[in-house]
């Protein structure tokens, strides 16, 4: 999508004149549905996640010079905070803004940032996740779960039209990422734990480099409810 285009199907856009030649016969996709405007109360698995958390224990296993898988400790900042239900057509996501911020230990200089998207789809009963980083690189990640889930996998791939990755010419060159996965758990006690593997094509190495994340975060500060529910709230 090119910059400053917004894509926004309109609820008044479900006339029958209003179809295209394309549109398959007696199925509605324009019509928007209500929704609720409490995020914080449709997000499903996403639910446990919202606030700002925070984890010291982060391990990042990458590839390095010489061919040898090179650890990291980190400590991680994770904010995610309830957005506005979303629709396309009938199609309606609750969701997370998040934005995770990691350095390592006694270092104030960033190791890693990332912001995006976690998304609860209710009907279908799935969440999708979205990542972009400062280093040239975008994802597009999903995978089934129960309303109640505790645990689930996202997973995305490289040349994929509809869950994938994206890199600039330089990482798809030397750090191309094929295969990217995360397995979510929340615990009982206010935190919830990731593990992240992303396989990695690079020059001179034989196979796929897996490049590891994993943290546990707990809970610092509850979310804030999002703009639609704070207007729709007694004065």
Known sequence: MCAGTVLHVSAHA?????????????VDIYTEPDGDPDTLANL??????????????????????????EPDAFHERY??????????????????RYHTHIVKPGEVETFHDQVGYWLWEPAAET??????????????ASGPAAPDATDYELTAAL?????????????????????????????????WSYEEDSMLAVPGRDGLV??????TLTRVAPPTANPLALGAAPD
């Open 127 to 140: 969440v999708t996740f979205t990542l972009a980083i400062p280093r040239g690189q975008v994802l597009l």
């Open 14 to 26: 479900g006339r029958q004149s209003d179809r295209g030649p394309t549109d398959p016969p007696g």
């Open 210 to 215: 897996n490049h590891h994340d994993a943290n």
């Open 44 to 69: 499903g698995p996403l639910g446990p996640m919202a606030g700002i958390f925070e984890g010291t224990g982060g391990s990042d296993r990458h590839p390095a010079v010489g061919g040898i898988d």
């Open 159 to 191: 040349g994929s039209e509809v869950y994938g990755i994206l890199s600039n010419p330089f990482l798809d060159a030397n750090f191309r990422t094929v295969s990217f996965r995360m397995r979510v758990t929340i615990g009982d006690d206010g935190t």
């Open 79 to 96: 904010e995610l905070q309830p957005i506005d239900r979303q629709t396309n057509g009938p199609q309606i996501f609750y969701g997370l």
